[in-house]
């Protein structure tokens, strides 16, 4: 990348799940940096489009509204499930627990306790918890490091 610090490096973009497509879609590429891009007054687009101008006379941008709201997804997911909308109006606490959604952790991270594993693995389960989890101090079970992504 000619001018990384212009990119959110870290992030790609992609569309949120829907009716299509449960995991959403990864396109794999990063997003604009737009706070960066502002402080020369857009310098890198004005060059881009001055430069496509010698051989266009018009200019479709598909997916415009990616230059307002995108779906940003975290470096280390494959799909687009975990994504979330950048820039974005933000949820406070007592809005959720309004609601009744009190645990937030249930809402951003995997919910795995010890009965479903039982449910699903039978007689492996312990062995499952022990390989691939860590049981927290209120008994829920996370991800050891090495498997708390998608990769």
Request: glycine residues 4%; aromatic residues 18%; hydrophobic residues 40%.
């Given at each position: 990348?000619?001018?990384?610090?212009?990119?959110?490096?870290?992030?790609?973009?992609?569309?949120?799940p829907d009716m299509f497509d449960a995991n959403g879609?990864?396109?794999?590429?990063?997003?604009?940096?737009?706070?960066?891009?502002?402080?020369?007054?857009?310098?890198w687009w004005r060059a881009r489009l001055t430069h496509m101008a010698q051989y266009f006379h018009a200019y479709r941008i598909d997916h415009i509204l990616g230059f307002?709201?995108?779906?940003?997804?975290?470096g280390d997911c494959v799909t687009a499930a975990l994504g979330y909308f950048r820039p974005s109006n933000p949820i406070f606490a007592h809005e959720l627990e309004e609601h009744?959604?009190?645990?937030?952790?249930?809402?951003?991270?995997?919910?795995?306790?010890?009965?479903?594993?039982?449910?699903?693995?039978?007689?492996?389960?312990?062995?499952?918890?022990?390989?691939?989890?860590?049981?927290?101090?209120d008994g829920q079970l996370e991800f050891r490091e090495q498997f708390a992504s998608e990769r």
């Open positions: 990348w000619l001018y990384p610090n212009l990119f959110r490096m870290d992030v790609s973009t992609g569309a949120p879609q990864n396109w794999g590429f990063p997003t604009y940096a737009w706070e960066e891009m502002a402080k020369d007054d857009y310098t307002f709201r995108i779906w940003e997804i975290p009744g959604l009190w645990d937030r952790d249930r809402l951003v991270k995997p919910y795995v306790q010890h009965h479903i594993l039982e449910e699903l693995f039978g007689d492996l389960a312990t062995e499952v918890a022990c390989k691939y989890f860590h049981e927290r101090h």
